[in-house]
């Protein structure tokens, strides 16, 4: 399923996610000290542009989205223990915990004349943690989430990635999603009722959880100075088993595509 982490950053967290916000390896490590340099509190990314994706779930069409991101890079707890790194050039590795947050906007028939007859959805955050294991050449993920507000249901989300660095400033990233999703999320974003196949004319379909999208994504970071740069990324899934096999997916598409390009900005704090 394609992410609606640019909403989430934009509603929600003043921007927190992810795309998901990670705290790299060491989790807690002792602070870095030096008689002659101070030592920052806090030291955190956050990046702001646009992008593109589909209006909704199996829709055929696009619409224009703010896309945002943030990505913790220094903690300083107390005098001797932090988490992250002072470095702007550090390459993390090892395994971290990370942030994971989604929100999807609400889907209203107001906005989508072909959905005319099915119940709107109103706007979901999806709320988790998850798990991120980093090479220089490669890494890996895992994040679950809870829809706190709006659907209810546990949404997962596991991948990984090829890294490579052709230039000093330039990090690039490929590598294959697999989107999971209980029953109820199923039935909340592909299902139709019978009172709502009566007034859309859409036959009944009551889905099952399971494996609903698979797809690669491909990214780019670029530092343009140790505190500015751009990122960016593409993305496409194929909507699989009863998500690709529901009549709302058949009034748009099983393939579906987005896009983000954002400038970051690094903030470094000390209190």
Known sequence: MISRTTLAFCLFVAPLAATAAGL????IAPAPTSPAVSTPDLIFTFGAGAGVEPGYFGADSYEAVPAFVFGLD?????????????????IPTGLAPRLSLRVIKERTAADHPELTGLNDIDLSVELGLGLVYRQPSYELFADARYG?????S??????????????DRLKLTVGPRLFLADGDYAATYFGVTAAESVASGLAAFAPAGGALSAGVEFGATYA????????????????????ASSPI???????????????????????
Do not use: C
């Open 154 to 167: 546990w949404v997962g989300e596991i991948g990984g990635d090829l890294v490579a660095r052709p230039a």
């Open 224 to 243: 343009l100075t140790d505190n500015w740069g751009l990122k960016g990324a593409v993305r496409y899934d194929r909507l699989l088993n009863d998500a």
């Open 24 to 27: 790299d390896e060491p989790l």
């Open 148 to 152: 706190v507000v709006g659907h209810e």
């Open 249 to 271: 997916t058949g009034l748009g598409s099983e393939h579906q595509v987005s896009a983000r390009l954002m400038l970051t900005r690094r903030f470094v704090l000390d209190f």
């Open 74 to 90: 220094y903690l300083r707890l107390g005098k001797s223990r932090s988490i992250g790194s002072t470095d702007p050039d550090r």
